[in-house]
């Protein structure tokens, strides 16, 4: 049974940071790009980053590129997301995502975590 549990979530100011935690567990993390989503309320779900299985290639999405760093470390099968600079646009329940390629599409993904709530006030 393969599951992603979110961690790191919470409140904070705007320009503050928090750095999100997704550990994985029933798969072989090593063989998986990891990617993150975000859903804010009243809107779809959107891509935030994505890092392949070892790590050497990470892309992101336009609004957090320069703020938001992804990485992982295979040896805890956990995958992170460093969130510097936030804005009041961040708020957003955040979603670990597994896929076999390193993907913006949420369609490539094959398990997903249960969110954890990151809220910016300004």
């Known amino acids: 049974q393969v599951q992603l549990v979110e961690s790191g979530g919470g409140l904070v100011q705007a320009e503050d940071s928090l750095r999100l935690s997704c550990a994985a567990s029933?798969?072989?993390?090593?063989?998986?790009?990891m990617g993150w989503f975000r859903q804010a309320p009243g809107k779809e779900r959107e891509f935030v980053a994505v890092?392949?299985?070892?790590?050497?290639?990470?892309y992101y999405a336009d609004s957090v590129k320069g703020r938001f760093t992804i990485y992982r470390d295979n040896a805890k099968s956990t995958v992170y997301l460093q969130m510097n600079n936030l804005k009041p646009e961040d708020t957003a329940v955040y979603y670990c995502?597994?896929?076999?390629?390193?993907?913006?599409?949420?369609?490539?993904?094959?398990?997903w975590g249960q969110g954890t709530q990151v809220t910016v006030s300004s």
């Open positions: 890092i392949s299985w070892n790590g050497e290639h990470t």
């Open positions: 029933g798969l072989t993390f090593n063989r998986y790009g």
């Open positions: 995502a597994a896929s076999y390629g390193s993907t913006s599409r949420m369609r490539d993904y094959d398990y």
